[in-house]
């Protein structure tokens, strides 16, 4: 068995992460994820996943929060729309698109937003 261990900042999938430790020592893993959430101040949440041996379908044995408490690894929609928007306008400065396709792209993701919030209520579901 391999055991993977991958650092994301706030639990976020979409935002900062980072291989942490990659070997055959479960206890080490575990070990290095705990010593390397501390020595982050608590930013980075901790995925620790084992490999079979045909190193196909790992399996997530555990998730070590981040200082913000959350219990499983999520997606960051607000990034996600920020980084959307920051396309959009930059195409919008460069001339690439038109006052009219600008429009559209945000009134594009906002409705994608409400959607989504929409959802996350109902499943609730925080991001």
């Not at 391999?2 to 479960?26: M, P, Q, W």
């Not at 608590?42 to 084992?50: A, V």
Request: some cysteine; glycine content about 8%; hydrophobic content about 35%.
């Amino acid at each position: 068995m391999t055991f993977l261990v991958k650092a994301y900042r706030f639990g976020f999938v979409n935002e900062h992460n980072y291989i942490v430790y990659c070997g055959s020592d479960r206890d080490i893993a575990y070990d290095i994820a705990e010593e390397e959430a501390h020595e982050r101040g608590g930013k980075y949440g901790m995925l620790i996943l084992e490999y079979p041996e045909d190193g196909i379908d790992p399996i997530a044995v555990d998730y070590l929060s981040s200082s913000m408490g959350e219990d499983r690894l999520k997606h960051n929609w607000m990034h996600e729309k920020r980084q959307y928007l920051q396309s959009a306008l930059e195409d919008y400065l460069t001339r690439r698109i038109t006052d009219t396709q600008l429009r559209d792209k945000v009134a594009s993701i906002n409705g994608i937003m409400e959607r989504v919030i929409e959802m996350e209520k109902k499943n609730g579901k925080p991001n």
